[in-house]
């Protein structure tokens, strides 16, 4: 069964360095999403991201986040320059289309900020 | 914003018995989103609707449009029912993204 994939599991980095976080969608799923989650919390919305570009970012996304669709299986989110408060659970979604399917979700990569 | 109300916060419930959970939402929405997030962290998809009522297996769905209300039930609950469920409403306003709610922690005790 087709699955979202995610790596690293776990990354590590020092306050200020840039991290790349890794997701390979379903194959043909169009829409893409970034959601995160400090620990103890809710989960939030990030980025979604179609037809090569964003398509919607909440108040988290700001100037230090990026995303990319390097090419046709990758997407990857950038952080520049990473603080402590960025330390969470960040999960990659995709779905086949927009507002009438499901979204499926990758294991998470576990960033932790020091 | 869609402010997402979900009860109740935690529920302990004995094996074989039946559980509600709800969800109360205050805007419009395109789909509601049920998701069950296990103890290890991963997210799976339960349920999306926008109307009327959906099942699979011992799970059931259910959305009321009108009063912003969406409630799931687990029939028979079972200890590998314990997880964290959440409602997740979202809305082509803002890109299909999913607004999660706080959700509620189920433990089944056997």
């Not at chain 1, 990319?68 to 320059?81: A, C, M, V």
């Not at chain 2, 109307?51 to 200890?79: V, W």
């Not at chain 2, 809305?91 to 509620?104: H, I, M």
Request: proline letters at 4%; charged letters at 15%.
């Amino acid at each position: 069964e087709p699955e979202v994939t995610q790596t690293p599991s776990h990354q590590v980095t020092q306050m200020g360095q840039e991290v790349i976080l890794r997701c390979v969608p379903i194959s043909n799923h169009l829409y893409f999403y970034w959601y995160r989650q400090i620990l103890g919390q809710k989960v939030e919305f990030l980025v979604s991201f179609y037809n090569n570009e964003i398509s919607e970012k909440s108040e988290i996304f700001d100037d230090q986040f990026s995303v990319e669709r390097p090419d046709g299986s990758n997407f990857t989110l950038k952080i520049r320059s990473t603080k402590l408060e960025d330390s969470a659970m960040y999960f990659c979604a995709s779905s086949e289309m927009g507002g009438y399917n499901e979204q499926f979700f990758g294991p998470g990569t576990r960033l932790t900020v020091l | 914003k869609n402010e997402v109300e979900q009860s109740p916060q935690n529920l302990t419930a004995q094996e074989g018995e039946f559980i509600t959970i709800n969800c109360s939402y205050s805007v419009g929405i395109s789909a509601l989103h049920w998701l069950q997030q296990h103890p290890g962290g991963g997210i799976v998809s339960l349920f999306m609707l926008s109307s009327g009522k959906k099942k699979h297996g011992r799970l059931i769905a259910t959305i009321n449009i009108q009063e912003k209300h969406s409630s799931l039930h687990i029939t028979a609950s079972h200890p590998r029912d314990s997880a964290v469920y959440i409602c997740a409403p979202s809305s082509s306003n803002s890109g299909y993204a999913l607004n999660f709610g706080k959700g509620t922690s189920l433990l089944v005790t056997p």
